[in-house]
Nanobody
Framework: QVQLVESGGGLVQAGGSLRLSCAAS??????YGWYRQAPGKEREFVAA????????SYADSVRGRFTISRDNAKNTIYLQMNSLKPEDTAIYYC??????????WGQGTQVTVSS
């Protein structure tokens, strides 16, 4: 079983930056993803990275602004978020990629971008 703990969220002004972290313990996944859920909306995919090789993919809405990375030694996945917009406001979660319907979710980390 994999345990994932997200951190690094906060309140930032539009145009600012944040770096989220996801600490993984237990069994590892071959790929990890960041997801987000805004108030009143469905949870959506943000970015993914393969643990081996580091290939990445992004949602169109964040491509060029967000960067996903991983630190193999620390078993941690990061999401560097630059040029933040109010529409990036959401709770951000990490999980495997692609996520399975049976997967559980952690508490996530709140990101709030003020205009």
């Amino acid at each position: 079983q994999v345990q994932l703990v997200e951190s690094g969220g906060g309140l930032v002004q539009a145009g600012g930056s944040l770096r989220l972290s996801c600490a993984a313990s237990g069994r590892t996944f071959s790929s990890y993803g960041w997801y987000r859920q805004a108030p009143g909306k469905e949870r959506e995919f943000v970015a993914a990275i393969r643990w081996s090789g580091g290939s990445t993919s992004y949602a169109d809405s964040v491509r060029g602004r967000f960067t996903i990375s991983r630190d193999n030694a620390k078993n941690t996945i990061y999401l560097q978020m630059n040029s933040l917009k109010p529409e990036d406001t959401a709770i951000y979660y990490c999980n495997r990629s692609p996520v399975l319907g049976s997967d559980s979710w952690g508490q996530g980390t709140q990101v709030t971008v003020s205009s």
